[in-house]
């Protein structure tokens, strides 16, 4: 049985885990991006939700890049050297995510305000 940082080192060397990253994001940015666009959302109201949800997503981005940061070093192997893939997966699946909760945050924000 796979212990979970074995795990995380195969998914993370995987290359299609990568392109679907990198697929997820592109909507995921749009997104973001109407969002901020949108004319409902240059009011005070709009702007306050912003600074919200992006102080969130701030927060959210910090304490995960000092975990993986933390995590990074006990997933490589001391024989294997991190690559491109894993790299690239890391800083891509980061951003989905960070990206993800911002949207949610404007969303759950403008239900609450």
Excluded: H
Aim: a positive charge; hydrophobic letters at 55%; proline letters at 2%.
């Amino acid at each position: 049985m796979l212990s979970l940082y074995e795990f995380l080192w195969i998914l993370f060397n995987n290359k299609t885990v990568l392109i679907v990253g990198a697929w997820a994001g592109l909507p995921l940015t749009l997104i973001l991006l109407i969002m901020f666009i949108r004319k409902r959302n240059r009011d005070e109201r709009g702007w306050k939700i912003i600074g919200k949800a992006s102080a969130i997503s701030f927060i959210y981005f910090i304490i995960v890049a000092n975990v993986l940061a933390k995590t990074v070093g006990a997933m490589v192997p001391d024989t294997l050297e991190v690559g491109y893939i894993f790299c690239g997966n890391t800083i891509q699946w980061l951003y989905d995510t960070m990206i993800s909760i911002e949207i949610i945050s404007i969303l759950i924000f403008r239900r609450i305000e």
